[in-house]
C-alpha cells in the first residue's frame, strides 16, 4: 500500500495548473476538430450533415463524454480568468497575450449558441440540428453569420496557440510541423466552406412551405415565449461573464495597489544590476517588466529549467517550490535548495542570484529566436569517453607531444562514433561527449552506442599500436553510456555557441565513466540502455550501484572488454532481421 501511494505521489507531483488547463484544452479542441469535420460534410450535401450530426451527438452527449466535457469547459474557463488573474507581466512574444485574449472571448461569442440549442433541448425538448440553426443563421437572423464565422476562427487559432505552445519541444515536432499546418488551414476552411454551402441549401429550401412546416415546428424551434426565455437567459450569462471578467480586472487593480503598500523588494542579478519590484512578482516577471534578459524557453510555464537561478547567501527563508516547481528541479538533477526556477519563485524579501543559463542563447521571449535550436525536449543516449593517464602521459612528454597524443585519441574516439552514427559533441581536455539518437530512433540510438564502444576499443588497439614507440605504457579508456530525456539547443555567449544536451542522462553518463575506475572494467553501460536497445537481460552480468544526485541505486552492466559489445548487438540485429 506504501509503494502505491509512493507511485501516486511520483505521477501526481508533475501536475499543475497549467498541466490541468492543457488536458481541459485537448478535451475541448478535439470536440472541436470533430465540429469542424462535422461543418464540412455540408460540401457534400444536407442529408451528409444530417448522419454526421447524428454520431457527433450520440458520441458527444453520452453520459461518461458529456461529463468530461462540460467539466473540461468549465476548468478550462475558469483556468484562463484565474490566468488573466495571476499573471503580472505581458510582455511575452505576442501569441502568448493573443490566446488569453482569444480563449476569454470564446465564452462570450458562444453563449447564446450553447443556451439556444443544449438549454433549448433540455428546457422545452427543442430539437434544434444543422436545418433550424442554418436557417437561424441565413434567413431569420443573418448578423449571426459573422458572429459564428468569427467564433469558430478565433476558437481554432486558440486551440492551434496552445498546441504549439505543447508541441514546439517535442522531439517529432519539426518532422510533424508542415503537417500539422496543412492540417491547421484545411480544416477550419473546409468547415466554413460546408457551411457556407449548408447554409445556401437551406436558404434554397425554406421557399417550401413543407419544408417549414417539417423543419420549423413549434418541437424543433420552439414558441416566441421560449424564446424570450432562452434570450433572457443568454443576456443575462452574458451579464455576469463580463461582470465577472471585470471583477478580475479590478482586482488585478487592487492587487497592485496593495503589493505596493506592502512594500517593495530589491533584486540584484549578481552582475551589478538591481532591481526594485513589488512583493509577488516572480523573479522572471521581474526581469521582463524591467527589461532584463532571462532565458526561458518555455515561456514561464515551468515545462523547462532554463530559467533556472542559484540564490546568492541563504536561501532558507525562501518560499518552498511549488509541487510542479520541485518536479522539473528533480527531473534535471538540481537537488540544491539554491537552484530555483525564475518563473515560480516569487521572493518576500530582497535577493540575490545568478542566472545559470544566458539569455542571449535562449530567450523565449527574445526577437529571432528559433525553437528548434534554443531548446528541444528529446531521448538521446549519451557517451562519456576518457582518457586514462594523461596526467602521467604529461609528466614525460614534451607538451606538443602530449598534445599531438591527446589529439589522436579523440580522432579515434570521434571516428568510432561518427562511424556508428552518433556525433562528437564536447571535447573537454582528454574526455569527450558523444551522442546518438538526434537522426535516429532510441532503440537505434542505444544500438549504435554499444557498436561505437566496441568500435572505439578497436582503434584504441590500432592507436597504441601506431605509438608502441612513443609510449611507457599503453593508452586506457573508460566509457559510460546512458538514455533518457534531456533538452539539446545551443548553449554559450554570443559569437561563442556549443550545441549540446542538457539533463539527468548527460550526468549520469558521466558519473558512470567516473566509476570505471573503481569497478576495474573499461565501460559501465546502464540498464536503461540494454532494456531499449532489446539485449537479452542474461548476456552481461548485472549490478546496483550507487549515482551521486540519485536517491535511488540505478542497474547497470559493466563491461571489462568493450570488444564483446559488437558481436551481442549483431546477434540481436541479425536476430530480428
Given at each position: 500500500m506504501t509503494a502505491f501511494k509512493e507511485n501516486i505521489k511520483k505521477l501526481t507531483l508533475g501536475i499543475g495548473v497549467r498541466q490541468v488547463r492543457l488536458a481541459c484544452g485537448l478535451v475541448l479542441f478535439a470536440y472541436l476538430v470533430s465540429h469542424f469535420v462535422n461543418h464540412a460534410l455540408g460540401n457534400i450535401s444536407m442529408e451528409a450533415l444530417a448522419t454526421g450530426v447524428y454520431y457527433h451527438v450520440l458520441f458527444w452527449r453520452f453520459p461518461p463524454v458529456a461529463i468530461m466535457f462540460y467539466g473540461a469547459a468549465l476548468v478550462h474557463t475558469g483556468l484562463g480568468i484565474w490566468a488573466l488573474y495571476q499573471r503580472r507581466e505581458f510582455r511575452w512574444k505576442a501569441m502568448e497575450p493573443l490566446q488569453l485574449v482569444l480563449g476569454l472571448s470564446i465564452p462570450m461569442l458562444i453563449i447564446s449558441h450553447i443556451v439556444g440549442v443544449r438549454l433549448g433541448q433540455s428546457l422545452f425538448d427543442h430539437e434544434k440540428l444543422y436545418p433550424q440553426e442554418l436557417y437561424a443563421f441565413w434567413v431569420a437572423r443573418t448578423y449571426r453569420i459573422w458572429l459564428m464565422t468569427t467564433v469558430l476562427i478565433i476558437a481554432w487559432i486558440h486551440g492551434c496557440i496552445g498546441l504549439y505552445f505543447w508541441l514546439r519541444m517535442k522531439a517529432f515536432f519539426k518532422r510533424a510541423a508542415p503537417f500539422l499546418l496543412a492540417a491547421a488551414v484545411l480544416i477550419p476552411t473546409l468547415a466554413l466552406l460546408g457551411f457556407y454551402q449548408g447554409g445556401r441549401s437551406v436558404v434554397a429550401d425554406s421557399d417550401d412551405p413543407d419544408w417549414r412546416i417539417i423543419n420549423l415546428s413549434r418541437q424543433k424551434v420552439g414558441t416566441t415565449a421560449q424564446q424570450a426565455v432562452l434570450d433572457k437567459i443568454t443576456d443575462n450569462l452574458l451579464i455576469g461573464y463580463l461582470a465577472l471578467v471585470g471583477f478580475v480586472l479590478l482586482a488585478r487593480g487592487v492587487r497592485s495597489l496593495n503589493e505596493r503598500r506592502a512594500g517593495m523588494i530589491s533584486l540584484s542579478y549578481g552582475n551589478g544590476r538591481t532591481v526594485r519590484v513589488p512583493k509577488g512578482l516572480s523573479v522572471l516577471e521581474a526581469s521582463l517588466r524591467y527589461h532584463v534578459p532571462h532565458a526561458s524557453v518555455c515561456g514561464g510555464r515551468a515545462r523547462c529549467s532554463t530559467c533556472r537561478i542559484r540564490v546568492i547567501g541563504d536561501s532558507s527563508s525562501l518560499p518552498q517550490p511549488s509541487p510542479r516547481e520541485a518536479f522539473v528541479l528533480n527531473r534535471v538533477g538540481a537537488t540544491d535548495p539554491s537552484v530555483r526556477l525564475a518563473c515560480q519563485l516569487r521572493p518576500e524579501a530582497d535577493l540575490s542570484f545568478f542566472q545559470l543559463f544566458m539569455?542571449?542563447?535562449?530567450?523565449?521571449?527574445?526577437?529571432?529566436?528559433?525553437?528548434?535550436?534554443?531548446?528541444?525536449?528529446?531521448?538521446?543516449?549519451?557517451?562519456?569517453?576518457?582518457?586514462?593517464?594523461?596526467?602521467?602521459?604529461?609528466?614525460?612528454?614534451?607538451?606538443?607531444?602530449?598534445?599531438?597524443?591527446?589529439?589522436?585519441?579523440?580522432?579515434?574516439?570521434?571516428?568510432?562514433?561518427?562511424?556508428?552514427?552518433?556525433?562528437?559533441?564536447?571535447?573537454?581536455?582528454?574526455?569527450?561527449?558523444?551522442?546518438?539518437?538526434?537522426?535516429?530512433?532510441?532503440?537505434?540510438?542505444?544500438?549504435?552506442?554499444?557498436?561505437?564502444?566496441?568500435?572505439?576499443?578497436?582503434?584504441?588497439?590500432?592507436?597504441?599500436?601506431?605509438?608502441?614507440?612513443?609510449?611507457?605504457?599503453?593508452?586506457?579508456?573508460?566509457?559510460?553510456?546512458?538514455?533518457?530525456?534531456?533538452?539539446?539547443?545551443?548553449?554559450?555567449?554570443?559569437?561563442?555557441?556549443?550545441?549540446?544536451?542538457?539533463?539527468?542522462?548527460?550526468?549520469?553518463?558521466?558519473?558512470?565513466?567516473?566509476?570505471?575506475?573503481?569497478?576495474s572494467c573499461e565501460a559501465i553501460v546502464s540498464e536503461e540502455i540494454f532494456i531499449t536497445a532489446g539485449l537479452s537481460a542474461d548476456l552481461l552480468p548485472q549490478q546496483q550501484v550507487e549515482i551521486r544526485g540519485r536517491s535511488e541505486p540505478m542497474i547497470v552492466r559493466s563491461i571489462a572488454d568493450t570488444r564483446t559489445l559488437s558481436a551481442l548487438v549483431n546477434d540481436v540485429e541479425s536476430a530480428a532481421a
Open positions: 539569455p542571449q542563447v535562449i530567450s523565449a521571449n527574445s526577437p529571432g529566436s528559433h525553437p528548434q535550436r534554443i531548446g528541444q525536449e528529446r531521448y538521446l543516449v549519451s557517451m562519456f569517453v576518457d582518457m586514462r593517464g594523461s596526467t602521467r602521459l604529461a609528466e614525460n612528454q614534451l607538451p606538443f607531444d602530449t598534445v599531438f597524443i591527446v589529439n589522436r585519441f579523440l580522432g579515434a574516439v570521434s571516428k568510432a562514433v561518427i562511424e556508428c552514427g552518433g556525433q562528437p559533441n564536447q571535447f573537454v581536455g582528454d574526455g569527450l561527449l558523444a551522442l546518438f539518437g538526434l537522426v535516429a530512433d532510441p532503440r537505434t540510438a542505444c544500438r549504435q552506442a554499444l557498436k561505437a564502444a566496441a568500435m572505439i576499443a578497436v582503434n584504441i588497439d590500432e592507436l597504441n599500436q601506431f605509438l608502441s614507440h612513443d609510449l611507457r605504457e599503453p593508452i586506457r579508456f573508460g566509457i559510460g553510456i546512458h538514455g533518457g530525456e534531456v533538452i539539446i539547443g545551443d548553449i554559450g555567449y554570443r559569437d561563442h555557441m556549443v550545441f549540446t544536451a542538457l539533463g539527468d542522462a548527460v550526468n549520469v553518463a558521466a558519473r558512470l565513466q567516473d566509476m570505471t575506475k573503481s569497478l
